[in-house]
Antibody
Framework: EVQLVESGGGLIQPGGSLRLSCAASGFTFTRYNMIWVRQAPGKGLEWISY????????YYAESVEGRCTISRDNAKNSLYLQMDSLRAGDTAVYYCARVTGVGWFDPWGQGTLVTVSS | DIQLTQSPSSLYASVGDRVTITCRSSQRIGSFLHWYQQQPGKAPKLLIY???NLQGGVPSRFSGSGSGTDFTLTISSLQPEDFATYYC??????????FGQGTKLQIK
């Protein structure tokens, strides 16, 4: 079964840092580009970062540029998102997803909640 | 950046109804438009890719159409499990990968 499982979310104070992980299984991780998407409480979906299969191409949304770093370890079938200088506006459920075909996302992980609050 | 606008933002319907949701792009995007369903508290699920291709395992009552700037998602006969929020997403010009703001489908 193709599966993505996120971890690493939690309650963090403003200005703090957090590293999210996404464990992939059931497919050849090294062949796929991956993304992170977040969803603030009661809001819509916001794409925040993309990494190619070899890590050679990386993109960020303007909202997180300079504060987030996406990476992957193909030997461990894992995707990461390092988030620094966290703000209240970063409070959201963070999803990882596999990029398939010409750019649709399937599957998605179950999400991990990040709450930025003092 | 490409903007996607969904209409309506919310929709009330009954079991058995035929429902159509529209997604309009600010630029022509060919068929690089995809649809997702999100149940409350769950991750999004891919329904339609490439504007009109049904993802495996998705019931045939779901269909998508359109190209260029105007796209539609149609549910031919609503079932109780279809009440959810639906999002369109474009992959024609990236980054960013933009999403529509969502359409919440609720029971009348």
């Amino acid at each position: 079964e193709v599966q993505l499982v996120e971890s690493g979310g939690g309650l963090i104070q403003p200005g703090g840092s957090l590293r999210l992980s996404c464990a992939a299984s059931g497919f050849t991780f090294t062949r796929y580009n991956m993304i992170w998407v977040r969803q603030a409480p009661g809001k819509g979906l916001e794409w925040i970062s993309y990494i190619s299969s070899s890590s050679s191409t990386i993109y960020y949304a303007e909202s997180v540029e300079g504060r987030c770093t996406i990476s992957r370890d193909n030997a461990k079938n894992s995707l990461y998102l390092q988030m620094d200088s966290l703000r209240a506006g970063d409070t959201a459920v963070y999803y990882c997803a596999r990029v398939t075909g010409v750019g649709w996302f399937d599957p998605w992980g179950q999400g991990t909640l990040v709450t930025v609050s003092s | 950046d490409i903007q996607l606008t969904q209409s309506p933002s919310s929709l009330y319907a009954s079991v058995g109804d035929r429902v159509t949701i529209t997604c309009r792009s600010s630029q022509r995007i060919g068929s690089f438009l995809h649809w997702y369903q999100q149940q409350p508290g769950k991750a999004p699920k891919l329904l339609i890719y490439g504007a009109s291709n049904l993802q495996g395992g998705v019931p045939s009552r779901f269909s998508g159409s359109g190209s260029g700037t105007d796209f539609t998602l149609t549910i031919s006969s609503l079932q109780p499990e279809d009440f959810a929020t639906y999002y369109c997403q474009q992959s024609y010009s990236t980054p960013p990968y933009s999403f529509g703001q969502g359409t919440k489908l609720q029971i009348k």
